[in-house]
């Protein structure tokens, strides 16, 4: 319990390849300082991976997150679990999302912000961290509507 309040709440220590480790030598370090420049971190894509268009700005991000939550709502779900978000923009949009391009270091952190919450929300399910349509959003249809199986296994 020590530990895990020196690394979420005092930034004391943070975690690099999965050890412990001073902060200032951190992954958690690293995306704060990237996140406070609004600077994307690793958008080299992988080896065989399509090529990306760049880091997704504000508007564009609120743009496909209506098209996500539109295909949320079409395939019957409720929710889609935050860890397929980045994966989605890649493969659906053809673009990164990088949150510490637009100023979080967390992507939890990101999708809560006020500039998003008419379009969704985060909640804490058994299985994790969702993103759901923001209660009492509207989605609005739009001219290029998504329509492909939901690549999640939700309820």
Known sequence: HIVQLAI???KMLGYSSGTVVPYARSQS????THAKCQKPMNLVAKPGAPPMNGA????QLRMHLQDIMRMVEANGK???PLSSIK???RSKFGVDLSETALGYAK????????RL??????????QGLVLMPALGAKVA???GALRFKAPWAVA
């Not at 370090?29 to 704060?32: E, G, N």
């Not at 992507?107 to 006020?114: I, N, Q, T, V």
């Not at 919450?117 to 058994?126: Q, T, V």
């Open 107 to 114: 992507m939890s952190e990101l999708l809560r912000d006020p």
């Open 8 to 10: 979420s709440q005092k």
């Open 87 to 89: 994966r989605l923009f």
């Open 117 to 126: 919450s008419d379009l969704c929300e985060i909640r804490l399910e058994d």
């Open 56 to 59: 997704v700005g504000w508007e």
């Open 78 to 80: 409720k929710y889609i």
């Open 29 to 32: 370090m690293l995306k704060d």
């Open 141 to 143: 249809a739009g001219t």
